[in-house]
């Protein structure tokens, strides 16, 4: 736009207060001043020149309303100088004065473009109404030319403001149909302005929002309510780039209203149309969208988050109220998961996380809602239930769906859930009460066993509570020095003699008594408490060690059980080897006993770990040998000393029965590897002869004794050597102490 143009138009007054400016061209200088004196006046600028060069020199450089010309100039003529002012300056009027009586001249001259002849010698009077009026006409074309120029410049930015707007900008006619609407509609609908202009609104407007649409254009308010907001979707063309696109805009509608003279604006007055404004939000809408989908889901499984399965919980109870239905609330947590996240990191946790959530989906209908909780805990709404039971039809559904392996950036994952069910009404009429309560028997289900599920039961509270207070007492436990550590020893049948010795804590539970670790290790391991024990279990067998070879009992090993999520801690290595050299004990008298769990994953880092071990000659032994998935792979890769065959294959070797087809894998594994093989678990004769027989050597179990406190193993060890075989009378022994238990008598 040009801006200085503008503020011209903007300033008419100036225009008109301008000073008249009049060049009178005449060769004789009498006429010229007698001519000035005449027409001067307030407000006039009058200049003279005796030739027609000169006239031309001064309308060059200066803008006259009006020029007295003569006709007859000494070079170039009257006329001349009028053409050339027709050509480039033709604003300015000119009156031509002449003394000749020719009629031809005056026709000439009004033909070029004079808007008076004035014959000399003129009349004083006439001569100044003439000049008058040229002034006049020239200050009226001059204004209505800046009132033209000043309508377009308007109309111009009129049209570069709705044109370069942003928004839609839109009016339709009383029947809907588009009068107008500017170019936005093209770049953002792709449509042209020629192709919505007499369209009716409809055809842009999604269908499903069509009746909200109709609605606002419809209603016809006044004043202050003349504006009807509403947010619709706008259908995009087809063509290529906007392909099945909708745009969700905020549209306002105006009406348009005849304007009574009488400034009556009554809702009597015609309907023109309807003005209006739309807004593009498609962005925000989704920016707005993501944020709530963000408040409500979780950002890792995209599932419904707490926030939204607490809403929906609350929703489905008032349902159910309604039509007397139940509602089955679920909470499942995967057993041992830390253990993943901790030995390989989170990358590989999250991404289990994403496939068991991704598994869990499929078990659910579409009613039902999968939400996670955190971690690695999900629940389950089943908002429709009949009966109770069918809650657990859907929980074996999970847990059988969890069954097969996960593939986790190329390495199979093993995953298992414990599931509570609480119902609503019966267990809880609270969203609140009824995760908890269904939190509470999923605790049942890990405490006794995992990989399950239960349905919550008032008795079950008082176990939830006892497993909080448990946790809390087991803090206080080390440093209050309630554990302490009992020894199983370790027989070599061939030898004849102990060979070594596990230990196996308990905890002397100032209320509950003494505990065996089944009640506390996996509420350790779970709660991060299991590294102050295992440190303490390490520095109390090592130092128990010690003082043994103080009194000439070193010819023996010692076992302490490690979690393998103690693997996760980046000094753990050091703690151990510290703990060994800090009692004098050479490192080949200590194994450290961790279960298949730790070699399940591969981890990374693990094999390097145990090397390191190994490199400072610790022993290593899996426990537990044969319950998980073992393979072949374990023994090849893993720098392993000793495989300990699993109670449970001792216990099914009974007289009658045939030896089970793992046992013999095992034993000719761990030969085949070169591997130490300690069977354990071993109750009766037949068991430690038939182990013999298949070439398992050295045995633990309570055929030569139960787990003993200390000063026990001391008189163990001091009675059995020299001889020990000699003193050793398997099932006819009795105990004083718990040692040797006979078989088949009690304890
Ligand atoms: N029925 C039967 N049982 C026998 C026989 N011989 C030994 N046992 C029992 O079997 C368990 C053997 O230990 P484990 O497999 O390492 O299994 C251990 C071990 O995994 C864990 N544990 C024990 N002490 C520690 C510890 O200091 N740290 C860690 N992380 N875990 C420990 O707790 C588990 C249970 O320990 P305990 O209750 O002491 O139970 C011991 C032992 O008392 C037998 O002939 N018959």
Redesign the pocket.
Known sequence: MNFFVQSKFNHTHEVVEQPERILIVDDEPRMRSSLHQLLEGPNRDIAECGSGEDAIAVLKNNDMDLVLLDIHLPGISGLDVMEWLVNFNATTRVIMVSADANIDSAIRALRGGAVEFIRKPYDLEEMQQKVDNALLRSRLERINALMTMRLELSERMHRFLVESSPDIIYTLDTDGCFMFINGRAESLLGYSRDELVGCHFTAIVSDEDIDIARYAFTERRRDTRATTNMEVRLKCNGSHRFESRQIVVVVSAMGVYEENGDGDDSLASRFLGTYGVARDITERKKAEETISFQAMHDHLTHLPNRRLFKDRLELSMSQAKRNGRLVGVMFLDLDRFKLVNDTHGHAEGDELLVNVAHRLRNCVRGGDTLARQGGDEFTVLLPDLYRPEDAGIIAEKVLDVLKAPFLVRGQEFRATASIGIAVYPSDGDSADVLLKNADIAMYKVKATGKNNYLFFTPEMNACYHERISLENELRQAISNSEFEL?Y?PKVSICGDRIVGL????RWRHPVHGLL???SF?DLAEESGL?CD??DW?LAEACSQMARWREIGLDNLRIS????PSEFTHSDFLERIVCNITKFGLPTDAVEI?I?ENLLLHDAPGIIDKMRYLRNHGVRISI??FGTRYSSLNYLRKFPINTIKID?SFVRDLAAGTTVSPILHAIIGMARGFGLHLVA????TMFQLETLNELGCDEM????FS??IPAAEVKLMLMNSLPGFSSQWHYGTRSSTSGMAVPVGLPD
Do not use: R
């Open positions: 009992y199983q596990e230990a196996l804590i065996n670790p089944a290790i299991i024990i295992t279990v302490v059980n490690v979690s006993e279960t426990d537990d109670q354990e678990g071993v109750e633990q179990g309570y055929l139960k787990p």
